[in-house]
């Protein structure tokens, strides 16, 4: 329009379908749910790296407590509640497959945790890059972060098992619930495993009462057992969706 003789500025209009304007209000939806799902969460990077502390693992030099096999072209943990199947996130099959926009190697501890105990407990057909896409596609991708809490909770409804919360943090309760045939998923915060944040599995107790992991950032500590109070320290502070520990088992059979 036109003041005192000067243009102000020019109207433009540009043409919009309603299928444009309704993907438009959907991104916008979709970043502020994501947003404010992070804010509630109150999510920590998972982005791999080194540990903030190096050591603290005891190696273990006896395969009748646990060792590395291969299995059918798998690697598998043995010893334990269940033998795992295990998953590295940085293994080159995927390491550069899609997290959401990001990428299963960085950010994908959560996914490749999960499929370690979903191909173990159910022997569905995963991996970290079937899982990653599964994951993302249902909402449980953080972008840059790497994963909601919910995704502990949300993979096992999907996948047939049950999941609990250990109702008391103390290393006897923690072992009595890795010696009945459960595993456990825990949200690890800064310390011997992280950094930053980080998904692991705890899979058993050895006769010394430590606790043997499956880590999907280090096979070295995947090989080591580790003090069940250092564990349960280091877990996040984190208490949404059921964090920082998860119990998961294969239903009750009637």
Not at 81 to 93: G, M, R
Not at 146 to 169: D, K, N, P, Q
Not at 186 to 203: E, K, P, Q
Request: aromatic share 8%; glycine share 10%; net charge negative.
């Amino acid at each position: 329009y036109k003041k005192n003789g000067e243009t102000k500025y020019n109207d433009t209009f540009h043409a919009i379908t309603a299928e444009a304007r309704n993907a438009l209000v959907d991104a916008v939806n979709d970043a502020y749910e994501q947003k404010l799902q992070e804010q509630q969460e109150q999510i920590e990077s998972q982005q791999a790296g080194e540990p903030a502390i190096l050591g603290g693992g005891i190696d273990i030099t006896d395969p009748a407590v646990t060792e590395m096999v291969m299995r059918d072209g798998q690697e598998m943990l043995t010893g334990g509640s269940v033998s795992i199947y295990y998953f590295a996130q940085s293994d080159p099959a995927w390491k550069d497959k899609p997290y959401g926009s990001d990428r299963v190697g960085p950010y994908g501890c959560g996914p490749t945790a999960l499929a370690m105990a979903v191909r173990s407990l159910t022997d569905t057909p995963t991996d970290p890059a079937a899982m990653a896409a599964w994951c993302s596609e249902n909402g449980f991708w953080a972008a840059q972060s790497g994963s909601y809490h919910t995704i502990v909770r949300g993979v096992a409804s999907a996948f047939g098992l049950e999941c609990t919360s250990l109702s008391s943090m103390t290393p006897e309760s923690l072992r009595i619930q890795l010696s009945g045939g459960r595993i456990a998923v825990a949200l690890m915060s800064r310390g011997h495993f992280t950094s930053t944040g980080h998904f692991i599995l705890l899979r058993g107790v050895t006769l010394e009462g430590n606790i043997l992991v499956a880590d999907p950032n280090s096979r070295q500590r995947s090989l080591q057992e580790w003090d069940a109070s250092l564990i349960l320290n280091e877990l996040s502070n984190s208490s949404t969706a059921g964090a920082p520990l998860w119990l998961l088992s294969q239903p009750a059979v009637e």
